[in-house]
Structures are given as structure tokens and as C-alpha cells.
């Protein structure tokens, strides 16, 4: 695909809903007693990947795709899949499914993309390993052919659930993924669970399982569980997801002559650190009628063209933004100044080594870009120029280049736009509803 920079932005659109509540709202569907009605479900193939799994282990799940139905089982109402769960390229769906299938008393056997194969899963091993559940990550040379075992920790593997009790983890990460996996296997355990961060990340399963019947309590950056809640299905309407409204953002701030608005779009406080990067870089953002919808914070999002300056990322903002980190790298090196990301190493095992990758490619483009192992340093201001954009199949890299494609000058071209479909799949269309 070309991308060129001969247009400017204007009007309203609605961004698809927010995966991680959308897979969430099928996992906690899935678990409990009747039936979940979910509406603005995000489309996008990880969230299908979680649906798959589920059905997989029994759960009969309609996708009518205006909205989606879920019959659930009820805790302990799962059964042994009789095939291995493909997580397709989901962290998400590989981790909090983890949690759940720590409690089962039989044993599953996950695998998934090249890119699922290398993220590293001890993370959730170690945790779920002291509840009581067992682990084994399989040679993926050799799988499923024949199973050699590896000390990798990672995809594929299998988890053999059972009686689990509870613990306190102390996680060495802050980490929503590893977070919901401990809480999820915890409903299972003998007693409380409960899980410490060194800085709190997104609570969309502490507020949603709450909503489903949970007894989950939040203290700073402690989370806590009960065991065998009563779980019972809801209605859930997802909302807009802060990090496809991100691209918007962008390029709404860095077009000249341009102006959008973005509805319904969730703004959780642990998940809108982009807000906050964004004003304190000098754009025009403001927040419109703001609400609550299924317990999540929304509002819709207004960003007039605006020329921007560097900053600071770092610290406790990293959790709240740390999906948006590619596209604010596209707006650093396009504002004056230096901007510095630091405290986000977690970059590096995201759907692709995100330093890495952003470092390439910004520099492709003409950027100045220092990387460091926790981070990056842009100095922006410099014109961008077109060019070959590598993706590494990671569908973030692919949509924060082409708001960079289309604000600099020349021709950018994507080696891969399909993988936007993982969490945006009218990502190019959108974009070319608003051009003028
Ligand atoms: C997610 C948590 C984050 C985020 C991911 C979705 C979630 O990952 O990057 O896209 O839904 O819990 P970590 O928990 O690994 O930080």
C-alpha cells in the first residue's frame, strides 16, 4: 500500500471496540452461569482467537456480529478441549486463558503464531506454577509431532490445572496480562489471592469481574480475589478503543488543516496515558461528554491540527500507554524538540521488539532515533521522507506508519497492512473516509 501525504482530516468516526474488555467480556462470559450479551465487540482476529478457544472448550458462542452471545457454563461447567487452543497472535487471549485453565482439572495444550512462539510466558507460569498448576513448554521444531520438552517458556505448551491455592505474588512486572492470569486462577483456589505490581496497569478484570459477581478488591497497587464467586452472565456494550482512537489522535494533531472527532471512546484512567503525553506535548485535545458505560469511563475525543513539542514518558505513565508508545514515538519525531520514553523495556516482548522496530523505521524515514534498553530518544523536527516500512507483522507498527506515511513527504509503503486486521480491520478504509 502507498501512503502519501496530499490529504488533510476532517469529521467524526466511531474507532471498533476495545480489545481487552472485548475479550475479557468473552472469557468472563464463558465462566459464568447464564447469558452475556455483548455489543460494539471488537472484530479483530485476536478476539476472535478467544472466542475459538472458548468454543473449543465447550461454550457455545453465537457471533451475530452487530453483537455477540455467549451461553456460559458457569465455573467449573468447561470441558477438555479434544484439540490444541490457537491463540492465532494473542498475548491477551494466551495469559488470561492461562488463569482459567490453571483452575480446570484437565489439561489443554496452547500454541500460535511465529510472534507467539518467542513471548515469554514464564511470567504466568511462575505465578500460576505456585497456585498448584503444572506447565510444560514444548520444542516447537519438533511440535505437535512429537513433544520434546524445553526449558523456553513459551508457546507452545500445556497447562495441567487442578487444585489451586491461594498466594500473594509480588509480580516483577507490571503487567495487566499477568495481573488477570493470578486473579482468573484465583476464583479457583482454596483461599484469597491476591497480586502486587510494581506500578498498576489496566483494571478493566478487576472492574468487569466485579460487574459479573466477583468479590475482587483494589488497594493501590494490590489486587485481591475470593474464590467460587457466583458468576452471572451481563450485558456488556464495549467501548471505542483508546488505542485505535490513538492513530486518530495523531493524525488529527499532526495534519495541517485538519480536525476530528472520536466517539465513545473508553478512557479509563489506567489506560489514557495518552491524553496526558499528548497535552503535555502541546496538542489540541479536548474531551466531550464524558460518561460511564459498563462501568468503563468514556467521552468523546476532539484533536484539531496542532504543532507540537518533546517530553518526558516515562515512570508510572508506562503501563497507561504502553500500546500507544508507536504511534506517540510518530508524533515525537515530527514535533520540535526531544522527547525521551524511558521505564518501557516491556517494548521489547511485544507483538515485535517495539524499540527495535520503531528505531528502524523512523530512522528509514530520515528521524533522529537513539535507542536504549528501556527506551528510545527522538530528537524531532526534522522533515520525514517516505519509505519502506517493515512491519514485522506487528499491527501496531503497521497503522502508527501510516500516520507517519501520510505526513511526510514522498511515498511510504507497508511490507504488510493486513496484520491491522488483528485489532483494527477498517483501519485503511476509516482513514479514507476522512480524507479531503
Ligand atoms: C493487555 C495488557 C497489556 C497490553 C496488551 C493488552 C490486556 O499487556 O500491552 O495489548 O488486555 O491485559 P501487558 O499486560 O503484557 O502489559
Known amino acids: 500500500m502507498q501512503i502519501t501525504d496530499k490529504y488533510a482530516f476532517h469529521g467524526e468516526l466511531s474507532v471498533p471496540g476495545d ?18 450479551m455483548v455489543t460494539n465487540f471488537l472484530q479483530g482476529a485476536d478476539c476472535l482467537s478467544t472466542i475459538s478457544c472458548f468454543q473449543k472448550l465447550g461454550i457455545s458462542i453465537e457471533n451475530q456480529n452487530s453483537h455477540i452471545v455467549i451461553h456460559g457454563k458457569g465455573l467449573h461447567g468447561l470441558t477438555a478441549p479434544s484439540k490444541i487452543l490457537n491463540v492465532g497472535n494473542s498475548g491477551t487471549t494466551t495469559r488470561l486463558i492461562s488463569g482459567i485453565l490453571a483452575g480446570q482439572h484437565f489439561e ?76 482468573l486462577a484465583g476464583l479457583y483456589a482454596e483461599d484469597i489471592t491476591s497480586i502486587t505490581e510494581p506500578v498498576l496497569s489496566r483494571n478493566h478484570t478487576e472492574l468487569m469481574l ?36 490513538a492513530y486518530f489522535i495523531a493524525l488529527g494533531l499532526l495534519t495541517p488543516h485538519s480536525e476530528l472527532l472520536i466517539k465513545n471512546v473508553g478512557i479509563n484512567p489506567t489506560r489514557s496515558g495518552i491524553i496526558t503525553a499528548v497535552h503535555a506535548m502541546g496538542g489540541n485535545l479536548s474531551l466531550i461528554n464524558e460518561r460511564t458505560v459498563s462501568g468503563e469511563p468514556v467521552a468523546d475525543i476532539l484533536v484539531k491540527s496542532s504543532s ?9 505513565m508506562i503501563p497507561t500507554l504502553i500500546d500507544e508508545i508507536p504511534i ?14 524511558k521505564d518501557a523495556q516491556e517494548l521489547k516482548v511485544k507483538e515485535s521488539d517495539r524499540i527495535a522496530v520503531i528505531t528502524e523505521n523512523l530512522s528509514a524515514m530520515g528521524a533522529s532515533v537513539t535507542p536504549s534498553d528501556d527506551g528510545m530518544t527522538i530528537k524531532g523536527g526534522r522533515q520525514l521522507h517516505g519509505a519502506q516500512i517493515h512491519t514485522h507483522q ?26 491491522a486486521a488483528i485489532s483494527y480491520p477498517s483501519f485503511f478504509e476509516d482513514i479514507l473516509s476522512l480524507a479531503d
Open 328 to 341: 506517540l514515538a510518530v508524533m515525537a519525531a515530527f514535533a520540535e524538540g526531544t522527547t525521551t520514553i
Open 394 to 419: 506487528d499491527h501496531r507498527i503497521a497503522m502508527a506508519f501510516t500516520i507517519a506515511g501520510l505526513n511526510a513527504s514522498g511515498e511510504t509503503t507497508l511490507d504488510d497492512k493486513k496484520c
Open 308 to 316: 507540537m513539542h518533546g517530553t518526558v514518558i516515562d515512570g508510572e
Open 210 to 245: 466485579s460487574g459479573f459477581g466477583a468479590e475482587v478488591t483494589s488497594d493501590g497497587t494490590t489486587a485481591s480475589i475470593k474464590p467460587e464467586p457466583k458468576l452471572e452472565g451481563q450485558n456488556i456494550h464495549v467501548p471505542g478503543d483508546i488505542s485505535s482512537a
Open 108 to 183: 489443554s495444550t496452547l500454541d500460535g503464531d511465529d510472534s507467539i512462539r518467542k513471548r515469554p510466558m514464564k511470567r504466568i507460569f511462575t505465578p500460576l506454577t505456585q497456585m498448584g498448576a503444572e506447565f510444560s513448554s514444548w520444542n516447537p521444531s519438533s511440535f505437535p509431532a512429537s513433544l520434546q520438552t524445553t526449558d523456553s517458556g513459551c508457546a507452545p505448551f500445556t497447562v495441567r490445572g487442578g487444585k489451586l491455592h491461594g498466594i500473594h505474588y509480588n509480580s516483577p512486572v507490571a503487567s495487566a496480562q499477568v495481573k488477570s492470569a493470578v486473579l
Open 19 to 36: 480489545k481487552s474488555i472485548s475479550h475479557r467480556s468473552i472469557m468472563f462470559g464463558a465462566i459464568s452461569k447464564g447469558t452475556t
